[in-house]
Nanobody
Framework: QVQLVESGGGLVQAGGSLRLSCAAS????????MGWYRQAPGKQRELVAV???????NYADSVKGRFTISRDNAKNTVYLQMNSLKPEDTAVYYC???????????????WGQGTQVTVSS
């Protein structure tokens, strides 16, 4: 059983910062990409940032220059440092991990439960 546990959401004023963390635990052989998605009310879930196992990072255009994703592979943990937050960043943020449970098994996506980020104007 794999679990992704997120922390670090909350309420912040526009221009402020938050740091999200997500730790993957369980019977994991290896993790490919880890990333963050978000879903605002009435909108589809969208990619925020993702980092591959090799360290390649991709960001949504709307967060480039403000958000930074990082990983601690030894801890199976991914972080999202969010600076210069805007009201439009308000959403539920979900952690995602694409991982293998065993050697040569197919890779599958796993999701955290989500953490609320609210940015007030």
């Amino acid at each position: 059983q794999v679990q992704l546990v997120e922390s670090g959401g909350g309420l912040v004023q526009a221009g402020g910062s938050l740091r999200l963390s997500c730790a993957a635990s369980g019977s994991i052989f290896s993790i490919n990409a880890m990333g963050w998605y978000r879903q605002a009310p009435g909108k589809q879930r969208e990619l925020v940032a993702v980092e591959s196992s090799g360290g390649r990072r991709n960001y949504a255009d709307s967060v480039k220059g403000r958000f930074t994703i990082s990983r601690d592979n030894a801890k199976n943990t991914v972080y999202l440092q969010m600076n210069s937050l805007k009201p439009e960043d308000t959403a539920v943020y979900y952690c995602n991990a694409n991982l293998l449970l065993r050697f040569l098994s197919p890779a599958n996506d796993y999701w955290g439960q989500g953490t609320q980020v609210t940015v007030s104007s």
